[in-house]
């Protein structure tokens, strides 16, 4: 992790808002013995879950107990005003997505039903919130965050697009991620908010791209190469986001 996260059930005490005293979880201890190796007096990036960063300074240190003074003294990195909608991918897949897609500051991930997206997978234990959390978390730590995005499970998919999705676009640029002859190049550095749609292995099914399109969503592509669906992810928002 490049920042240790705490809650404000960590805080042991606190000299304010901004001068706490914290104990650190079994998962934190066991990240600073094998990964970090740390040492007392050693200094930490830490932030508070949905509040501020800073560092922390380790005060003590066993091999079940560790306990940082903490000075949070700047805020969490703009997020980038985007929304994912995602095709709901394999499981094994769907963490690493969850965790990059947190790691790029993604304000909303949609986790989407499709005619391609096998039943079995709306019933995996990481649909889970704790399970859901663990990864978001994990982005988050990577990139030096501390704000969680929103996380929404829509499993029916026309409903969502008709009811929902024309209200996300509002004061957003609408993009839809799919393979057809007329599909616009794939923009880059948007300056403003952009909700981008991501089918399944395979893609989306016509009816499903033509309702994303009547939603007012543009179709875009992004090269004549077939793509996994994490690497889709992964180009289009480096493309989109700003740099």
């Given at each position: 992790m490049n920042c240790l996260?705490?809650?404000?059930?960590?805080?042991?005490s606190a000299d304010n808002e901004f001068l706490l005293r914290v104990?650190?979880?079994q998962r934190q201890l066991q990240h600073l013995h094998e990964v970090h190796r740390a040492q007392l007096g050693d200094t930490l990036r830490v932030g508070l879950l949905g509040g501020r960063?800073?560092?922390?300074?380790?005060?003590?240190l066993s091999h079940d107990h560790a306990?940082?003074?903490?000075?949070?003294?700047?805020?969490?990195?703009?997020?980038t005003g985007a929304t994912l909608l995602l095709?709901?991918?394999?499981?094994k897949m769907l963490k690493r997505i969850v965790q990059m897609v947190c790691t790029l500051g993604v304000d909303h991930l949609v986790l989407l039903n499709s005619y391609r997206v096998e039943k079995s997978y709306w019933q995996s234990p990481f649909l889970t919130a704790d399970a859901l959390h663990e990864q978001l978390l994990l982005g988050l730590e990577q990139a030096g965050d501390s704000v969680l995005p929103k996380v929404?499970?829509?499993?029916?998919?026309?409903?969502?697009v008709e009811d929902d999705l024309p209200a996300m676009l509002q004061g957003k640029q609408g993009f839809v991620a799919h393979p057809m002859a007329q599909a616009l190049p794939c923009p880059c550095n948007l300056t403003t908010p952009l909700v981008l749609a991501i089918g399944?292995?395979?893609?989306?099914?016509?009816?499903?791209?033509?309702?994303?399109?009547?939603?007012?969503?543009?179709v875009i592509s992004l090269g004549p190469r077939i793509l996994r669906v994490e690497t889709a992810v992964a180009v289009a928002l480096?493309?989109?986001?700003p740099t």
């Open positions: 996260l705490f809650t404000q059930e960590q805080i042991v104990r650190l979880d960063l800073g560092e922390g300074s380790i005060v003590e306990e940082l003074n903490v000075r949070l003294t700047h805020d969490a990195p703009v997020k095709a709901l991918p394999r499981p929404t499970l829509a499993q029916r998919f026309k409903p969502f399944p292995e395979g893609g989306f099914i016509p009816y499903e791209a033509e309702k994303l399109q009547a939603a007012g969503m543009q480096g493309r989109m986001l």
